[in-house]
């Protein structure tokens, strides 16, 4: 099975993956095994498995051609890869198989659901691709695309809807044993929205309605919907391009956006109650969610951004990697995120410290250094009488080079800033979030693993994620005050 473009790519998967040195790459996060990853796509568990395919271009470590990598894990922080699923082989995908989603069919089969790209010239001589959805079947390996395809296209779009801004379908299984899904558009007016459709099967789809306008607030296009049910409440999860900034919560170009609200299932309505960024750093996009065999509805983002991915000089043979899986929950209208509990499991060497005091200084720690590490830091004002100015914490470390987090209590801005992270490209290497503090006090968890930083505030409330390619020599960490800090530090090893 499988066409020759796709014998073509697992043949170099094979044969090129062996030239990626294992420890130059991150540990525990999903990354591309060789060439380019963007977006997650069709997270599943299917087979006792995690499946977590991903836009893929293996011959080089930039944007191509879209193919499908896959790879497979039974805790989301060990993984293994199987061979490329997707390849734009067919006349109706042959500019690109896009992202999608996936599913598990009544008979077992496993059902990826993905847009197909087909470039047309335009009257100016420019091309753009028309976009339609399509879908594959297969046994967790090998996938065989259906003769139906594309499944949805064009003719099934609402007056005004774009051809050229169709993709993402995000499917899943309703409570009566139909399937729905939901794609992302535009309008006429180059608006977002998100469509809803329906079918019996999976193959032949209705178009129900629209789910969700943008109305001009969040962006242009709105790209890789997601739609699920937590804690009570519904939740729209969607990743638009060309945003402008609002306060501290949504910044410029490619961002993401998380609706919570209610869903009336009867008449396919949702009410939007609350809007939020879904992570405040630099590098987080298109993420997806899977629901596991116990319950718990996991997050994993691409941990990159457009606007941000001419940062390197591509002199590596892999480049993308994915955010950490998050567990999820709302809570008094807000999404919460923390990380896995599996990475629990990966911790070792166990440091703690208490009532550290730091007064117009800089601090080292023994035992507190590392690029793969899971550190918990609890801060307190150190002088009851005077608020602290500022805390760093400052990682991936040497005599020139330097990542941060500060915080700034009176402000509340907790803020990433990777400028002297050995980057020599004028692209965002900053970013602030307002957070909640209580006079100074401030929880932050840190997870480093080797080219990469995510922060969990206060159990969760705000997360920031971003990239670092400092060397892995630069593995120091320091702390600095201005003004007086009390911290607690809880730091292993991962
Ligand atoms: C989002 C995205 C998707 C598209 C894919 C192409 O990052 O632009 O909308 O399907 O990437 O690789």
New binding site residues.
Partial sequence: MGSELLEKARTFERENTKKVEEAKRPGFHLSVQVGWM??PNGFSYYNGEYHLFY?YHPYASY?GP?HWGHAVSKDLLHWRYLPAALAPDESYDKD?C???SAVEMDDGRHLLMY?GVVEEELPDGTKKGVQTQCVAIGDGVNYEKYEGNPVIDESQLPEGGDRFEF??PRIWKAEDGTYRCVA?NCDGDRDGQILLYSSKDALHWNFEKILLRNHDRFGK?W??PDFFELDGKQVLLT?P?DMLPQGFEYHNG?GTVCFIGTYDEETDTFHEEHNQAIDYGIDF??PQTVLTPDGRRIMIG?MQN?DTCNLYTFKEPWFGQMSLPRELSVKNGRLIQKPIRELEELRHDKVVYENVTLKDTTIRLDGIKGRRVDMELTLRPGDEEKLYQKFWVRFAQDEKYFTSLSFRPHESLLKVDRKFSGSRRAIIHQRRSLVRSDKGQIKLRIILDNFSMEVFVNDGEHVMAATVHTDLSADGISFVADGAVTMDIVKYNL
Wanted: glycine residues 14%; charged residues 15%.
């Fill in positions: 963007n977006d836009q944007w879209m690109g896009f992202s999608g847009t993709r993402d992302g296009m790209e890789c990743s391009q490619n996009y298109a691409w457009w």
